[in-house]
């Protein structure tokens, strides 16, 4: 990215340090809970996990749509629990 103002280079420094300060906030909180992963794996993990949309025939030529994960390893398992991504997760 090519920044030329002094406000737009502050502003982009900002979004740099609280994305460092999230990655290792994450890398922290999954150390915690038993998986020592650094913040590459950590995220290439969660980056891993996706959702999938299924279509059906349905009733009246409407397809019926039904969304849901694809297989999950162990970790990104723990890591889905350790992060409450339920709460965003397609519900069945």
């Not at 420094?13 to 020592?36: F, I, N, S, W």
């Not at 890591?79 to 397609?90: I, Q, S, T």
């Amino acid at each position: 990215m090519f920044h030329w103002t002094d406000q737009k280079i502050r502003v982009h420094l900002l979004t740099c340090v609280l994305a460092l300060m999230v990655a290792q906030l994450m890398r922290r909180r999954a150390d915690q809970a038993g998986l020592r992963l650094s913040v590459r794996e950590l995220l290439a993990h969660l980056a891993a996990i996706q959702e999938t949309v299924l279509l059906f025939p349905g009733d009246r030529g409407r397809p019926r749509a039904r969304r849901m994960l694809t297989d999950t390893t162990s970790d990104q398992r723990r890591l889905f629990e350790v992060f409450d991504l339920g709460r965003f997760a397609p519900q069945r």
